[in-house]
């Protein structure tokens, strides 16, 4: 049966679930949440739970894409601080896909840069890029970007220009978040994504309000006494 054959080829989506506009979340009553951020939070947007069961998921839909022809040495690079904990679990799934199936397997290495451009919860118009020079050995090799969040996509489309200078056979790109934004459409799109959220500061899972709430495992929305309480004063 070729349709059946289809199926289990491109069973798992590399498009992100959508959380619509009107989800209101989960109440903070049924979750276990650290006394230190408690009274910060409005409601989990994403559990742990589904967050970790969405990376298993792309973990194996990005093994089986990557390892159809012979499979090449993928570098991953890991966008920190916030992608930290995504690409560690990605890599981890990734490596049990690896121990696992006994026809296919993905070599992989792992490189790390960090950018910033996030000042309180908006975008700054400044992006750093760190430890692009620490790249080596890239020419003719397949990359994958791994990162947290695409918001409004400039990061990811200046960072891709940077990468593409050291003539990479291919370059695609893996994120956990895209954000819906109301202002202007993201001007990128990643080959692979966990999940689409609405117009929100997320918090959580590594990702940060001003350097708080990275050590927080679900993917919050913070209240507005909780963003005033961690803003900082830059003028
Ligand atoms: N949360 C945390 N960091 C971010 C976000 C967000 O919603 N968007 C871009 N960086
Ligand atoms: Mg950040």
Redesign the pocket.
Same mark, same amino acid.
């Given at each position: 049966m070729a349709e059946t054959k289809n199926l289990t080829e491109y069973y798992i989506q590399a498009d992100p679930i959508i959380i619509p506009d009107s989800f209101e979340g989960y109440p903070l009553r049924y979750f276990n949440l650290p006394l230190h951020y408690r009274d910060d939070l409005n409601y989990v947007l994403i559990p742990y739970g589904l967050v970790q069961d969405r990376i298993e998921a792309l973990a194996s839909r990005i093994f089986h894409d990557l390892t159809i022809n012979i499979p090449e040495q993928l570098i991953c690079i890991c966008v920190l601080k916030?992608g930290y904990r995504f690409f560690s679990d990605l890599i981890s799934k990734i490596q049990n896909e690896n121990r696992l199936q006994n026809n296919r397997s993905l070599p992989m290495s792992l490189e790390f840069i960090r950018t910033r451009?996030?000042i309180n919860?908006y975008?700054s118009n400044q992006l750093e890029i760190i430890g692009l020079s620490d790249l080596n050995n890239l020419k003719n090799r397949n990359l994958l970007i791994i990162e #947290?969040?695409?918001?409004?996509g400039i990061?990811m489309v200046a960072l891709k220009e940077q990468l593409e200078k050291f003539q990479p056979k291919t370059i695609q790109v893996v994120s956990l978040?895209t954000?819906r934004r109301k202002d202007k459409q993201c001007i990128f799109k990643p080959d692979y994504c966990g999940f689409e959220?609405p117009d929100?500061?997320?918090?959580g899972y590594a990702? #940060?309000?001003n350097e708080y709430f990275r050590d927080l495992e679900h993917i919050c929305i913070l209240k507005e006494s909780g963003v005033a309480k961690y803003k900082i004063n830059d003028n």
């Open positions: 916030g451009s996030y919860d975008s #947290d969040i695409i918001d409004t990061t978040f954000k959220i929100h500061f997320i918090v990702l #940060d309000y």
